[in-house]
């Protein structure tokens, strides 16, 4: 089964971190472009950050800009999302997307962020 799994999400204080992970079964993502979106209930997904299939270009929404760090680890088919100095404003539903010929979506992991 071709899938995409979150993990790392959680309950945080203000200020406080949260590393998300994003790992692949089924195929490898050493050809896609790995991108993490976030979405709020009855608002629209929006793009937090991405990673090129090599890893040599990434970008950031304004938002988390010098907070927040996407990696990627090839070998273990797993892409990263470093999170610090989270804000209660952070709080949302984190999906990981994979992205070629072919489009994959997890399932999502909650991350809350407390004031």
């Known amino acids: 089964q071709l899938q995409l799994v979150e993990s790392g999400g959680g309950l945080v204080q203000s200020g406080g971190s949260l590393r998300l992970s994003c790992v692949a079964s089924?195929?490898?993502?050493?050809?896609?472009?790995i991108g993490w979106f976030r979405q709020a209930p009855g608002k629209e997904r929006e793009g937090v950050s991405c990673i090129s299939s090599s890893g040599g270009s990434t970008n950031y929404a304004d938002s988390v800009k010098g907070r927040f760090t996407i990696s990627r680890d090839n070998a273990k088919n797993t892409v990263y999302l470093q999170m610090n100095s989270l804000k209660p404003e952070d709080t949302d539903v984190y999906y990981c997307?994979?992205?070629?010929?072919?489009?994959?979506w997890g399932q999502g992991t909650q991350v809350t962020v407390s004031s």
């Open positions: 997307k994979a992205a070629s010929t072919s489009v994959y």
């Open positions: 089924g195929f490898t993502l050493d050809h896609y472009a």
